[in-house]
């Protein structure tokens, strides 16, 4: 069960490769280790933004920012011992950001606070976000059990792929009160997010591993959710001149009496129950110096995909769904300490909450260089182009996103 560090942290697990090996802080008492990793990034962005709605002149807006990327700033406190044949792990994680909403130069937020403020709010920008805290037991022969919150499993593997996870990608503006920015979420993918879980996890069969689990089910179509939601996913992992990687998922979740529906349990009004789901197929491969991922996903209402949060805007609210579907393709070449990439995503969504026969459509590009400047520190530049189609206002957006900095971790 003892892996690397890196790897012990869902979000660090995929910058292993771009950034060398990881280091961190490690204690053992007896027989309970403690392990002690994180990460820490900064970035200057710079984005334009050009948009027409129904024909009608061009609006443009450009800004700048100093802002996390894709991460926010990580600590990571994992406990890990063996006790009657189980190996057990615990998992604490703590993710603040570098932003704050005061605008005054040097003070912190004074939302809750002082003149102008909202009595009894905090400011978003200055909470820290609590992304792990499950614990684990299991071994190789029957497999491991978690409970707790942790990285889900439907969308995991194709963010853990994604380049821009090192730095900022697209939308840099959606995120700032999150403390991140969306990388390529909303585009050839959606977010999987931190989620409460009870999960189960097979043994490894040279290669094999399956994973499946029930969630804290979300009231995204109704009041009354009896049951909780499902995800799973299956993966098989080879080794070789060309290792790589192929996984499929699915998620489901269903209501019992979806908005639109008074659902008061008599004739006159009986439940209307409403399920939301999706599937996903992905694989990557490397040879040599070069890197690819494929991907593609679809879902009936489980959200709006060109946002990228599960199960927002999966329904009208009159049991109408949203049809969603994206696919995502990478390209790297590692040179030396530089890997130089690209990526391609689409996001498409049709009818439920946009209404009948509309379509929005997010597609975006980003090229990146990712230099391991030492084993601690990695120096980043991208540019992000992306382009935002509407039918339900007549509108198209277009963005570039350029932004140079860097991440450490430990």
Known sequence: MKKSLLAQSVALACLAAAAGGAQAVSFTQNDVTLDINGTINGFY???????????GPETKTQNSALTNGLLP????????????????????????????????????????????????????????????????FGNNDWGTLKFGR???????????????LLGVGGTSNAGIPFNTT???IGHGYMYTGFQAQITYTTPNFDGLQASAGIFQPSSFAGDQTKTPGFQAKVDYDWKGMAPGKVWG??????????????????????AKSFTASGYEIGAKASMNNFGAVAYAFTGKGLGLSTVGAQFFGG???????????????????????????????????????????????NKAYTLGVYHSLNKFVTLVGELNQEKITSTVDDSETKNRTLSAGAILFF
């Not at 932003?99 to 709010?121: E, I, R, Y």
């Not at 209501?255 to 349990?265: A, E, N, Q, R």
């Open 45 to 55: 962005v710079n984005r334009e933004s050009k948009t027409t709605v129904a024909g």
């Open 73 to 136: 700033g990580w600590i990571n406190f994992v406990v890990t011992t063996k006790a009657a044949d189980q190996d057990i792990k615990a998992h604490f994680s703590f993710a603040p950001g570098i932003n704050d909403s005061s605008s005054v130069v040097g003070l912190p937020s004074t939302v809750g606070t002082g003149a102008g403020a909202v009595p009894g709010a905090s400011s978003p920008y200055s909470q820290i976000d609590v992304r792990n805290v499950y614990f684990q």
């Open 150 to 164: 942790d990285i889900g499993l439907f969308g995991q593997n194709i963010i853990l792929s994604d380049m821009t």
């Open 182 to 184: 969306f990388g390529m």
């Open 249 to 270: 998922g699915l998620i489901t979740q269903s209501t019992s009496c979806s908005k639109g529906s008074v659902c008061d349990g008599t004739g006159t009004n009986p």
């Open 315 to 361: 329904s009208d609210g009159l049991g109408n769904k949203t049809d969603s579907k994206g696919y995502f393709l990478q390209g790297t070449y590692q040179y030396n300490k530089t890997k130089f990439g690209i990526n391609f995503g689409q996001n498409k969504d049709n009818d439920g909450i946009l209404g009948a026969g509309n379509e929005r459509k």
